[in-house]
């Protein structure tokens, strides 16, 4: 529900002024995040007691989902758990990358309204989580 969201947000540490969700979607053109609140959820998430699970659910560059086909001819190959996300003209990448010492940075990458090729678009998000994990 609106208000168990609200809640978990809430204790994440996410200003309410800084989402709209508008479905459980994720699709509705309504539905408005920024990358420092993905970041913030994302934080708190590698964080709490649950966070083996979580990581557990997210793709992993060069293995599988669906960044299978990314990042595997590179370092990031094994070391960037991400989920994507594509809509028309809209590109995103969100998740953890880990660096060689062992720790764990989040990021969130969100592209819309782009008129070149999503290959485009991901070829950079890739170079992005390429540097991240030097």
């Keep these: 529900s609106d208000l168990e969201l609200r809640t ?5 540490g996410v ?4 989402w709209n969700i508008n479905d459980g979607s994720g699709l509705a053109r309504l539905n408005l995040v920024t990358p420092s609140t993905v970041v913030k ?3 708190f998430m590698i964080a709490s007691p649950t966070h083996e699970a979580w990581l557990s659910l997210l793709p992993v560059a060069g293995r599988d989902g669906t960044l299978s086909a990314r990042l595997g001819d590179s370092p990031a190959a094994g070391r ?4 994507t996300g594509t809509v028309s003209h809209v590109s995103a990448l969100s998740g953890y990358a880990k ?3 062992g720790s764990w940075i989040a990021f969130s990458i969100l592209a819309n309204n782009y008129n ?8 950079v ?4 989580c390429a540097l991240l994990v030097e």
């Design 8 to 12: 978990f947000l809430g204790e994440a």
């Design 15 to 18: 200003d309410p002024g800084s």
């Design 41 to 43: 959820l994302l934080r």
């Design 80 to 83: 960037v758990y991400a989920k």
């Design 99 to 101: 660096r060689p010492d």
């Design 116 to 123: 070149g090729p999503a290959s485009e678009i991901r070829g």
């Design 125 to 128: 998000m890739d170079s992005i």
